[in-house]
């Protein structure tokens, strides 16, 4: 059974890949940053993590509802809550500085409909 430290190391591992793509590494270094700031982080210990494109969806829990980062071309982070089958909602951009604490605010409304 996969653990969360697996997944961490998945994301990892798919934004390397994404290296390949020269366009992308502003946005890569960004993800990469963030990824650091948390996955060690305690209040992120039950979060499960996916890559889709060059962002991440956040998973807690049993809903459906996931959580989106994204680096945002003019500095921080795009963050959205992500419905099925694909439905944004309530969108922010939140600053390296409080990109956390946001994510966090996100995270802890997941079961919020």
Do not use: C
Request: charged share 30%.
């Amino acid at each position: 059974m996969a653990t969360i430290a697996d997944e961490w190391d998945e994301v990892t591992k798919a934004l390397e890949r994404l290296e390949l793509y020269h366009t992308l590494q502003p946005t890569l270094a960004a993800m990469k940053k963030l990824v650091d700031m948390i996955k060690h982080d305690p209040a992120f210990a039950d979060v499960h993590p996916r890559m889709s494109m060059a962002s991440i969806m956040f998973a807690r829990g049993p809903v459906n509802r996931r959580v989106m980062a994204a680096w945002h071309e003019d500095g921080g982070y795009n963050m959205y809550f992500v419905d099925p089958p694909l439905e944004f909602s309530e969108p922010t951009i939140a600053r390296e500085d409080a990109v956390v604490r946001v994510l966090r605010e996100y995270l802890d409304r997941l079961g919020d409909t």
